[in-house]
């Protein structure tokens, strides 16, 4: 089975949780007349920044109140888990060596959050959303925040994600961590943002961010993206060093941006490649990696682009099915050649083996990570933390158990047969025998499928209730994988997959950018209490702009 789908191991009904009133919508300036942060992107604020129209400092102050007043207070989104108490020292930093020098580059003072459990050696704890994990400041930067720095952004904070990254229970509930309770999708209050990179998704949906960083090991950069009406990047493995994050699967991990555009994802995306000796997966990307992405924001890349539709992701919605069926007309309209069906052939025959591997390599890899924080760290192993979960089950037990966490424990070393079998299966399935075989065999530039369907309501007895939707074979291969706003369903957000071979972000983002111009479809969330309020708002869903494709 899917790891969406054994992460909730039977919880198949979707109960609905407490309700929250509804709140009118939120406008933050800097200027009255000029600028606005809501759907801001990274360009409009260099050109103010660059005018001296407006400081690091005055944005880092306006982000500040506007998750004072939208994430603690008001609707309650609590997507951010702790604050960076020297941002506004580092913006005022910033500021005066634009002044004197100039920018950095296109992230020069730009506030972006981050999701906890990526290390900064700062005033700020990594915890992986853990109660075992408080008080833990690692001794360096990973190399994602390390390259922040270089490029002049500044961490605003961290996020809110599922607890240890949704690898503990198969009945968990997404957004939720013993630290930071549950993060709620900006869309509709009692819906689910989905994990684990559920913080980062909901903050950036609600614009409390610029961009945010994300981590995947299957589904949790692409599916918040999704749930929260944004483009995400999971990119190919090793373009992105994970030293210094809290890892799952050093065979499947990844750091990603997740951003409002597609031309946002991609300028993150340039800041954080590179070699890191820290993480030996990143030599092979060494001259495949690119400083720069968006050289390939092409609004007419769908003209002449072979695409392959992945059909055995459809089928799990009505309403999503008839979605990508307008859009793709609508691509096709811009000069796309479609081949369809486009089918991975060995799509499902991996499940087990995948599951079966990270086991292994969560003991191996959280233990090696604890290992790397020193005598004085809260917890040194996986085993401990299983322990300090039971003596603080009030706190940390309390909606779900730890039986993935406990299984993972009992595994063997990674030299154990069963593992090494697994590896190679997963390896053989998805790429030679999987993406590549299908691309190959079709002539295809990228295949697509919905990535998932509408967020599921938060459910504090059941646990998720995952639909359906892409990302497993791309997570397995360690393949690039974007995922772009495709529409809405009932009001909530549903996103469209595109995705490729090693290496082949260049292609994805020239096609991701040409669709998202084509169809234009992101609107920023009211903070509605409940999808059953949705039509209350909107008398006469067809006369919403037919690019919002509303369902």
């Known amino acids: 089975m899917k790891r969406r789908e054994f992460l909730r191991a039977g919880a198949f009904a979707c109960a609905a949780a407490v309700a929250y009133p509804l709140f009118s919508k939120f406008s933050y300036a800097l200027d009255p007349d000029t600028f ?40 309650s989104i609590n997507a951010i888990i702790e604050l960076n108490p020297e941002a506004t020292d580092i913006a005022e930093s910033l500021d005066r060596e634009r002044k004197e020098k100039g920018a950095r580059g296109p992230l020069h003072g730009i506030p972006i959050l981050i999701k906890d459990n990526i290390d900064t050696a700062d005033r700020m704890m990594t915890t992986a959303g853990s109660l075992a994990l408080l008080g833990s400041i690692p001794a360096q930067d990973s190399f994602v925040a390390k390259k922040l720095r270089e490029a002049g952004a500044i961490i605003l904070g961290k996020t809110n994600l599922s607890e240890w990254a949704n690898f503990r229970s198969s009945h968990s509930i997404s957004g939720w961590s013993g630290r930071g309770g549950q993060t709620r999708n900006p869309y509709a209050l009692d819906r689910n943002p989905c994990g684990s990179s559920s913080g980062t998704g909901a903050a950036v949906a ?79 990307s060494r001259d495949k990696a690119q400083a720069d992405y968006t050289k390939f924001l092409d609004p007419g890349g769908l003209k002449g682009a ?79 933390i299983i322990d300090f979960n039971e003596k603080n089950a009030e706190k940390e037990l309390r909606y779900f158990g730890q039986d993935i966490m406990i299984k993972s424990e009992s595994k063997g070393s990674l030299s154990s047969k069963g593992y090494l079998t697994a590896l190679q299966k997963n ?40 639909g ?69 708002q909107t008398s006469n869903p067809k006369e919403v702009n037919r690019k919002v494709f509303l369902i």
């Open 36 to 75: 606005e942060i809501e759907e801001t992107t990274i360009l409009r604020l260099q050109e103010g920044l660059n005018s001296g129209k407006i400081t690091a400092v005055q944005l880092i102050e306006t982000y500040r109140k506007r998750i004072d007043e939208i994430d603690k207070g008001g609707p």
């Open 427 to 466: 390896h053989a399935l998805t790429r030679s025998q999987g993406i590549d075989l299908v691309l190959r065999k079709n002539k295809l530039d990228a295949l697509i499928a919905p990535t998932g369907g509408p967020a599921w309501l938060t459910d504090f007895v059941n646990g998720d209730c995952f």
């Open 468 to 536: 359906g939707g892409y990302s497993s074979a791309s997570a397995v291969a360690g393949y690039p994988h974007i995922t772009v706003p495709a529409g809405y369903v009932s009001g909530l957000p549903v996103g469209i997959s595109f995705f490729a071979s090693a290496y082949s972000e260049p292609t994805l983002i020239k096609l991701a950018f040409a669709f998202e111009q084509l169809t234009q479809v992101r609107r920023k969330p009211q903070f509605i209490s409940s999808t059953k309020m949705v039509n209350a």
């Open 206 to 284: 609600a614009n409390l961010c610029v961009v945010g960083i994300g981590t995947e090991t299957d589904g949790s950069v692409v599916c918040p993206s999704s749930s929260c009406s944004l483009v995400g990047i999971k990119p190919t493995l090793g373009l992105i060093s994970r030293a210094g994050i809290i890892p799952i699967a050093h065979s499947q991990d990844t750091a990603g941006p997740m951003a409002r555009t597609v031309t946002d994802a991609a300028i993150l995306l340039g800041a954080l490649t590179g070699v890191d000796a820290r993480d030996k997966a990143t030599t092979g």
């Open 306 to 384: 072979r695409i392959g539709v992945h059909r055995k992701s459809f089928g799990f919605n009505d309403h999503v099915d008839k979605l990508m069926e307008e859009l793709i007309k609508e691509m096709k309209s811009s000069g796309a050649v479609f081949v369809d069906p486009a089918i991975i052939p060995t799509a499902g025959r991996f499940d087990d083996s995948e599951f079966e591997v990270l086991l292994y390599e969560f003991k191996a890899d959280l233990n090696a990570y604890l290992a790397g924080l020193g005598p004085n760290a809260p917890v040194h192993s996986i085993k401990e």
